[in-house]
Structures are given as structure tokens and as C-alpha cells.
């Protein structure tokens, strides 16, 4: 099995900074993508930001140039830098990895439990 373990989100005011780490740990043979989502109240679920293995990064609009994605292959994690953060940025934070582990064959999404990130005006 695997599990994806998120840090502790938090409570930010407009214009501050947050990191949010994330480590995949289990019977991981390989990872492709990671990346972290965010489910704001009332709404669908959406990518935030993604980094394939290659090192490639993928960022929604609403974040770029705020937001950096990085990731660590050797220790399998990934972390979300967040600056100048907004209201609109408020939300549950989850992260995401495409894991081929154990004796399968196939890859498999995973998902953390997910981290409440809150910024007040």
C-alpha cells in the first residue's frame, strides 16, 4: 500500500506566505506526476500545480508567478511554495501522486487526506 501524507495547512492573511509539504511512503516502485489540488467551499476540485518526474511543472492560471511546485524524487515528496496569497486561494489543499508500487503493473492515483489553507482579507 501507499500513503501520501500532507503537512499542516493554516490560517494566512492576504499577502502572506505558505510551504505545504507532501511524502509518498509505501511500496513505491516509481512515480510519475505529483501534483496538489485544491477543493475551495461549494466548488469542484481543481489542479493547482503539477510536476512530472521529468521535472516539468504545469500551474493553473490563478496561480502563476505566486505559486512554485518542487519536488524530490529521491525522498518521494512534493512542496507547494505559496506567496502573495489571496482570499480566493482558501480552501482544502490535496495532494496527488501517479504511483506504480508493489507488484503491479499499472500505475495508480493517489491522493492525501488533504489540508485546509485559509486567507483572510
Not at 21 to 39: D, F, L
Not at 42 to 66: F, I, M, N, P, W
Not at 74 to 89: C, H, I, R, S, W
Amino acid at each position: 500500500q501507499v500513503q501520501l501524507v500532507e503537512s499542516e495547512g493554516g490560517l494566512v492573511q492576504a499577502g502572506g506566505s505558505l510551504r505545504l509539504s507532501c511524502t509518498a511512503s509505501g511500496s513505491i516502485t516509481s512515480i510519475r506526476a505529483m501534483a496538489w489540488y485544491r477543493q475551495a467551499p461549494g466548488k469542484q476540485r481543481e489542479l493547482v500545480a503539477s510536476v512530472l518526474s521529468s521535472g516539468a511543472k504545469h500551474y493553473t492560471d490563478s496561480v502563476k508567478g505566486r505559486f512554485t511546485i518542487s519536488r524530490d524524487n529521491a525522498e518521494n515528496t512534493v512542496d507547494l511554495q505559496m506567496n502573495n496569497l489571496k482570499p480566493e486561494d482558501t480552501g482544502v489543499y490535496y495532494c496527488n501522486a501517479d504511483i506504480l508500487y508493489g507488484d503491479s503493473y499499472n500505475y495508480r492515483d493517489w491522493w492525501g487526506r488533504g489540508t485546509q489553507v485559509t486567507v483572510s482579507s
